[in-house]
């Protein structure tokens, strides 16, 4: 299978570090030709410079970059996986994705990131769902550069604090780069808008904190995990980039679990 990634940051890297070969990478213009590339690697700046012959993009870098290569990856009949599921959040971009998708008889694969029990929520839903309700919680530099440096002083923080309480929808779009775990819940469950989130600072822990809960037809069950960060990014749990190769693993098996 030929695999290439979009971006180089510390997902792409991980995943990168766990495939044979990378077959073509998207970056920023700035970085073609730059002295990081110094692998032989064919590193392109527009989907439409990835060869003819890709099997499966993956995307690693953010919701703009979904946004600005997923659609004609998928329209080339490209399958795409993608960490960066809270741009979905965005209406018209689930839409277009959708569309490019169909019209490329391709697939958008969504990782299951840094949170787990995605699969138990969604054979829930299929009895029916009451209520889902995501806690996401990182010690306060996993927020520096989100919208929690308005209302937190993250640098002294004494106490866990909650910065924002509301719906996936507002989560996933006010925090691109640490709420994309509430768009994996509210997709696999009951949507962005009935699916509760709060996101808190917690400078006592020293791990990315996912509780997921729901109550439903089904019973009930909570799902608490600690994640490692990954030691380039203290935003990014290790588990998202795990899940990441978990995802690319499971395309290429004769049995899927
Ligand atoms: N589903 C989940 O559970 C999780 C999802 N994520 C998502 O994954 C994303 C990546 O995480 P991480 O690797 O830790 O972040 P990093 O900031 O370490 O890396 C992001 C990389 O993507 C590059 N990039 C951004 N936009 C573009 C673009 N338009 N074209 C090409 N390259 C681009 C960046 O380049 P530059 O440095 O030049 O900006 C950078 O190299 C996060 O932004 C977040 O949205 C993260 C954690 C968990
Ligand atoms: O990596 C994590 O722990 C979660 C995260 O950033 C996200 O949901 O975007």
Redesign the pocket.
């Known amino acids: 299978m030929k695999v290439g990634i979009i971006g180089d940051g510390a997902i792409a890297r991980y995943v990168r570090s766990h495939l044979e070969d990378t077959h073509v990478c998207i970056v920023r213009p700035s970085k073609i030709g730059s002295a990081e590339a110094s692998d032989t690697i064919l590193r392109v700046a527009d989907a439409s410079q990835v060869p003819d012959d890709t099997d499966l993009m993956i995307d690693c870098a953010g919701h703009s970059a979904l946004a600005q290569h997923g659609p004609l990856i998928l329209k080339r009949g490209i399958d795409l996986v993608t960490v960066s599921l809270?741009a979905l959040a965005d209406a018209h971009l689930h839409q277009k994705l959708r569309a490019a998708a169909l019209q490329g008889a391709s697939q958008l694969h969504l990782a299951s990131?840094?949170i787990g029990a995605l699969d138990c929520l969604r054979a829930a839903k299929v009895g029916g769902l009451e209520t889902v309700t995501y806690l996401?919680r990182?010690p306060p530099q996993g927020w520096i550069g989100s919208p929690a440096e308005s209302t937190l002083d993250l640098k002294t923080l004494k106490d866990p604090s909650v910065h924002f309480d509301g719906n996936a929808r507002e989560a996933a779009t006010a925090y691109p780069?640490?709420?994309?775990?509430?768009a994996a819940v509210a997709l696999a469950g009951v949507g962005f808008e009935q699916t509760k989130v709060r996101l808190i600072a917690d400078p006592s822990i020293d791990a990315?904190i996912?509780e997921l809960s729901a109550t439903g037809e089904f019973g009930s069950f909570t799902f608490r995990i600690e994640?490692k960060a990954l030691p380039d990014n203290p935003?990014?749990?290790a588990l998202?980039a795990m899940s990441v190769v978990a995802a690319i693993n499971r395309m290429q098996a004769a049995i899927t679990s």
């Open positions: 809270g990131g840094a996401g990182k780069k640490n709420a994309n775990v509430a990315n996912h994640g935003k990014s749990s998202a």
